[in-house]
């Protein structure tokens, strides 16, 4: 196997290791919270959750991103873009912090307030000492680190809600000990941190430069915000909150094939950053792209042949319509993946103000289309609209991104596929003929026409000898 596409296999399991695990132990939090905790609470939990997730980017800078691709570039002192990186994050949260606590004494905020401002805070220093990691090379720590932060807070969490019986602050609280905890393995397991930042002079233009990197991708993180949320609040204007509740359980299928997208783009990141600066770069990221494409197609295709037969047996069968919605929210997630790994490159190339720009076309589209057509054709409206939206996005970063790095699509494999997937999709909605024998065609006809991808990929998962060309 060529030694960069082994890196990116290898790399892409261990992102995959750590994103299932943690995702496992999530689940079984869940367990934990549904016996100790009513719905209300938990309503509330969730709802915090959502907006740490929101604030992280504004409050941090999205600093840490810039930690990832500055500590990755040769040129750059890694003890400087650490020390900026943690700057920023105790500079920016302390003064969170302080806000906070003038809030609650003398504008009555509530102490969940203090109990948010505390939580960012930990998780973006930890953010920051986990992308120094990746960047520095130790995969495995990140990973390992991750897995041990789900680990700490199901553990602490757990004790706190079973045996103090604190209720929801168990779990804030389980929250801020877990983080401090990993940054505190973070700093004693990434090499030597203290002598890394005692060495490290401070570089305000490297600040400079990081920032420039960093604040185009805040409001991206909001795009995608916008987009995922608005197709909820104009369903549930439009169509009211049964509708919403069809269209949240058709998005639970996708999230399977999102989330297998989104490790891969892990590990993909840190190889292209890699291979920047490698002559065979176009034919390199070329056949990534195609292997991913057929990868993405025939998981969807494989999602379709079973996905009656999954709503018939795993739900409820008032919601088992919901099917209906979840081919459509494929095609979604596959533009959504092309459009993510074009993305890798602006990110590379520095040019994080394109990332910015091409996520608010899409964003508008979105809702744009969202007006036009829920109210004419409901729920696949929704669906549509984001589907166009990805795609539109991912086609404009075609074009952008040929500037940078000339992709070869093999568009005679890529469109006959889709047209397949099309069809196979469209032949769930009918009851002339059998689905199996759709499905089974359908397959077939994708293997065959993925064939070459199928052996490239499995080329360089099985030899060990370099291959003298790579397909484009």
């Known amino acids: ?202 570089d305000r233009d490297l600040m400079k430069r990081m920032l420039l990197y960093s604040l185009p991708l805040i409001p991206n993180t909001l795009m995608f915000w916008v987009m995922d949320t608005s197709d909820r609040l104009l369903i549930q204007s439009f169509l009211g909150l049964a509708a919403n509740g069809y269209y949240a359980v058709a998005n639970k299928i996708p999230v399977i094939l999102n989330t297998l997208s989104s490790i891969f783009m892990q590990a993909w990141q840190l190889t292209a950053i890699e291979e920047d600066e490698q002559k065979d770069r176009n034919r390199f990221y070329s056949s990534v792209f195609n292997a991913l494409s057929s990868f993405m197609i025939i998981i969807s295709a494989l999602i379709l042949c079973i996905l009656k037969w999954g709503f018939a047996m795993g739900l409820g069968s008032q919601f088992y319509e919901a099917w209906k919605f979840v081919p459509i929210q494929l095609f979604t997630v596959i533009f959504a993946s092309f459009s993510n790994f074009l993305g890798v490159i602006y990110t590379v190339q520095m040019r994080t103000n394109y990332v910015f720009i091409t996520s608010f076309v899409g964003a508008a589209l979105n809702i744009g289309l969202n007006f036009l057509l829920i109210p004419r054709i409901g729920l696949y409206g929704a669906a549509i609209a984001t589907t166009i939206s990805f795609l539109s996005v991912w086609l404009v970063r075609l074009m952008q991104t040929r500037r940078y790095v000339k992709i070869s699509i093999q568009f005679m494999t890529l469109i006959p596929a889709l047209a397949i997937l099309a069809v196979q999709a469209l032949s769930l909605y009918q009851t002339k003929v059998p689905d199996i024998l759709t499905n089974t065609l359908a397959l077939s006809a994708l293997f065959l026409i993925n064939l070459r991808n199928i052996q490239f990929i499995m080329h360089n998962l099985v030899t060990k000898k370099r291959r003298k060309s790579d397909i484009a």
């Open 1 to 202: 196997m060529s030694s960069k596409y082994k890196k990116l296999f290898q790399n892409t399991i261990l992102f995959s290791i750590g994103s299932m695990g943690s995702k496992l132990i999530s689940l079984l939090l869940v367990v934990v919270f549904t016996h100790h905790i009513n719905p209300q609470e938990y309503g509330e939990v969730e709802l915090i959750s959502v907006i740490i997730n929101l604030c992280l980017p504004f409050v941090t800078l999205s600093i840490y991103d810039a930690v990832l691709r500055f500590v990755m570039k040769d040129n750059e002192n890694k003890g400087s873009v650490l020390l900026n990186g943690i700057a920023i994050c105790v500079v920016v949260g302390l003064t969170f912090i302080a806000g906070s606590v003038v809030g609650i004494l003398f504008w009555g905020l509530g102490i969940n307030t203090l109990v948010i401002a505390a939580i960012i805070f930990a998780q973006s220093i930890n953010l920051v000492f986990a992308q120094y990691a990746r960047g520095i090379g130790r995969i495995k720590l990140y990973v390992v680190n991750g897995l041990l932060t789900a680990i700490l807070i199901f553990s602490i969490v757990s004790v706190l809600l079973i045996y103090f019986h604190v209720g929801i602050m168990g779990y804030f609280i389980g929250m801020v000990i877990s983080f401090s905890i990993s940054n505190v393995i973070l700093f004693f397991f990434s090499g030597n941190i203290t002598k890394t930042l005692a060495k490290a002079p401070w």
